[in-house]
């Protein structure tokens, strides 16, 4: 599929990205400015090695921030229970720790957004590769001839 790169910006043949909300919002931004080209997003195959390492350190960065967002919220409620705070004190904390949470795990998700590819893509992108594969590992068989040993 023809369309810009997102790692190259170059207008380039590649796997087409899923359109999530947060691509969907971006575009909708744009839009209301006039700015939107309405251009198609993918990953050209040269930038493909590249866009893994970023989705995979995304991936790392969100994991880290929900175990802190865990933290931050025991640490929020755990208090409150153990002073004896009434029921009304600790149901507060546990808003206050979970709307903290959101709001920092959107703002660390905006930050280092990578968006994922787009599942029909992939299963035919890791097809093609399989079959690349199995024809390198399959070499033409040797004619065998009657005084040939082994």
């Given at each position: 599929?023809?369309?810009i ?5 170059k ?16 575009k ?7 700015i939107a ?11 493909m090695q ?8 995304f ?42 949470i ?6 660390v ?5 990578i ?23 399959n ?12």
């Open positions: 599929m023809k369309g790169c997102l790692i190259c910006e207008n380039r043949e590649g796997t087409p990205i899923k359109e999530g909300h947060v691509i969907k919002l971006i909708k931004i744009k839009q209301t400015f006039g080209k309405g251009s198609r997003l993918v990953i050209c195959s040269s930038c590249e866009y893994t390492k970023r989705r995979t350190g991936e790392k960065t969100i994991m880290i921030w929900m175990i802190i967002g865990l933290i931050l919220a025991l640490l929020l409620v755990v208090p409150p229970i153990l002073l004896g705070d009434n029921i009304l004190g600790i149901l507060r904390s546990i808003g206050v720790s979970i709307v903290l959101i709001v920092l795990l959107v703002l998700g905006l930050v280092r957004y968006p994922s590819l787009e599942k029909k893509t992939i299963k035919n992108t890791v097809k093609k590769i399989k079959t690349r594969k199995s024809k390198k590992k070499p033409k068989k040797r004619k065998r001839w009657v005084n040939d040993v082994g």
